[in-house]
């Protein structure tokens, strides 16, 4: 799977507009870009995925460019628990054991009241 | 439906000591991951195990093992523990259908490590 990089932190106001983006210029046709994010203690939390289109669901949007090389997650109206480490991997449709995840550094997003 | 659940939550051992991990995966759920997420090298991927066998394995040693039972429930067993082995280990579930598209994995929230 293709590696990411995605900055080490970022401030966001609370109720503004998180933007995090993420590189991944390696990025092979059939991989996919998912992002998870990682509260202090816990387990990392699916957030969304997509190939080419952009996509929304109820936690953020992701859009992707046309070339696929870069890719931004939106948190519409951050609040102080979205304060997390967000995680941006690239990967391929599922194969048996092929859950071994390049987790990388991911971006330390704190909102600030 | 339950979340993927791991106990115990927190664990203390002194070196030399061995240690044993459990996980419960999503009911339905197939395969089992383990990761070790320490401060300086981030979340790494340990194993995953897949009707009872383990499918893939991370740079490791083999000082540490796994297994999966019937109910896909899964075990993770650390020998010989070293100081360097203190860290937040996390089991994940997934349904791993070949071919899919939408795989996620669900953590669980973890055992917390702590050799002395």
């Known amino acids: 799977d293709a590696k990411t990089t995605q900055p080490t932190s970022m401030d966001c106001a609370e109720g503004r507009a998180a933007n995090l983006p993420c590189n991944h210029s390696?990025?092979?046709?059939?991989?996919?870009v998912y992002w998870y994010r990682q509260i202090h203690s816990q387990g990392p939390q699916y957030i969304i995925h997509g190939l080419k289109n952009n996509e929304t669901n109820e936690m953020a949007s992701l859009i992707i460019t046309e070339d696929r090389k870069s890719s931004t997650l939106i948190l519409p109206h951050a609040t102080l628990r979205d304060t997390a480490v967000y995680y941006c991997i690239v990967r391929v449709p599922y194969q048996t054991g092929a859950n071994n995840l390049f987790f990388g550094t991911g971006t330390r997003l704190t909102v600030i009241p | 439906k339950a979340g993927v659940t791991q106990t115990p939550r927190y664990l203390i051992k002194t070196r030399g000591q061995q240690v044993t991990l459990s996980c419960s995966p999503i009911?339905?759920?197939?395969?089992v991951s383990w990761y070790q997420q320490t401060p300086g090298q981030g979340l790494q991927f340990l194993f995953e195990?897949?009707?009872?066998?383990?499918?893939n394995k991370g740079n490791f040693p083999g000082r540490f093992s796994g297994r999966q039972f019937s109910n896909s429930r899964s075990e993770m067993n650390v020998s010989t523990l070293e100081l360097g082995d203190s860290a937040l280990y996390l089991c994940a579930s997934s349904l791993a259908l070949d071919g899919a598209t939408n795989e996620k994995l669900f953590f669980g929230s973890g055992t917390q490590l702590s050799v002395l």
């Open positions: 390696t990025i092979s046709g059939n991989e996919y």
């Open positions: 009911s339905g759920h197939r395969s």
């Open positions: 195990y897949f009707s009872e066998t383990q499918r």
